[in-house]
């Protein structure tokens, strides 16, 4: 059922949509900000986040719906979804570990076809954030029906790489340091570790299930797929993320040299501009939705698929 809302000035139609998955629909949100607009199709991150942009992981800063708001608000539609088989989108496939980045791609082009045909857009703009990001690069090197792509906050290198980087970064892994590389570097080379004999708080990070999309998450290079583009790139990141680095957006627009890259002060990696510079600050916001996304992240996004 569509939902009449007023943002601003403009009439805005919010409304439930489906694609088809595997075994059964993916779900999603459209906001349609009416005829003609461009629309935006905004791919989730890593691990259990909705359409929202919350996982219960521990983000709760809901940063997918607030960018979907304020680009509603620049008269730029947006559909944001539930990955196949979690949340809206659980029935889409009996397991939601057993997946690749090549089924998450599939997806996505599912999600094109049936967004084009709801807004009778000719083309659709992939927004990819974090891990979506990758997915987005990898979705449009079959390019037909997309505009472009924006990857926001998102790896420009091979994810092995960014994870000893993130482990290495944070204090309170210094007693299972030497434990957590180790079991990367064996995941990341083909072998299966048992997720149980690992210290607690890897387990999460290497549990027997996930391990197989992990592998493939591992195989892949961003910057490779970045410079394989036939579509229109651009590279939103924010220099207070502290998962994915300012260095990572920068490979991604060396890799693709006709990219346009926006690099946001004081934008973190969920989209919001934390209240000091230390860590406890800027993982508060993401527990945060009254927070807002910055202008910045808008404008860097309507300026690129609306310019004026």
């Not at 009449?4 to 595997?22: E, F, H, K, R, W």
């Not at 008269?75 to 998450?104: E, H, L, P, Q, W």
């Not at 197989?212 to 490779?224: E, Q």
Request: proline share 8%.
């Amino acid at each position: 059922m569509a939902i009449s809302i007023v943002l601003a000035t403009a009439a805005i139609t919010v409304s439930a949509i489906q694609a088809p998955g595997p075994s059964g629909p993916l779900a999603g949100t459209l906001v349609d900000a009416g005829k003609g607009a461009p629309v935006v199709l905004i791919i989730p991150g890593s691990g259990p986040t909705d359409r929202d942009g919350n996982s219960k992981l521990g983000v709760t800063a809901a940063p997918y719906r607030l960018l979907a708001e304020g680009l509603a608000q620049r008269r730029i539609s947006s559909a944001r979804i539930d990955k196949r088989g979690m949340f809206g989108s659980k029935g889409a496939v009996a397991n939601a570990n057993k997946v690749t980045i090549a089924d998450y791609a599939a997806d996505a082009r599912a999600w094109v076809a049936s967004v084009r045909k709801a807004t009778s857009a000719q083309c659709i703009w992939l927004l990819g954030h974090s891990e979506g990001g990758l997915i987005a690069l990898a979705t449009a090197q079959e390019p037909a029906g997309i505009c472009g792509v924006i990857t926001v906050s998102s790896p420009g290198r091979r994810l092995g790489d960014i994870m000893r980087e993130q482990l290495r970064a944070n204090p309170a892994n210094a007693p299972i340091l030497d434990v957590a590389i180790d079991t990367l570097s064996k995941v990341e080379a083909g072998q299966a570790v048992d997720s149980s004999t690992l210290p607690a708080p890897l387990q999460p990070l290497f549990y027997n299930d996930v391990q197989p999309f992990l592998r493939d998450l591992l195989s892949h290079d961003p910057a490779r797929l970045a410079a394989a583009l036939r579509v229109p790139l651009l590279i939103v990141q924010g220099d207070r993320d502290i998962q994915v680095t300012v260095e990572d957006a920068k490979a991604l627009a060396a890799a693709q040299p006709k990219a346009r890259l926006a690099i946001l002060p004081g934008v973190n990696h969920v989209l919001k501009v934390p209240a000091g510079d230390d860590r406890t600050a800027n993982l508060a916001t993401y527990a945060d939705p009254t927070l807002p996304v910055p202008a910045s992240v808008v404008n860097a996004i309507a300026g690129f698929v609306a310019p004026r």
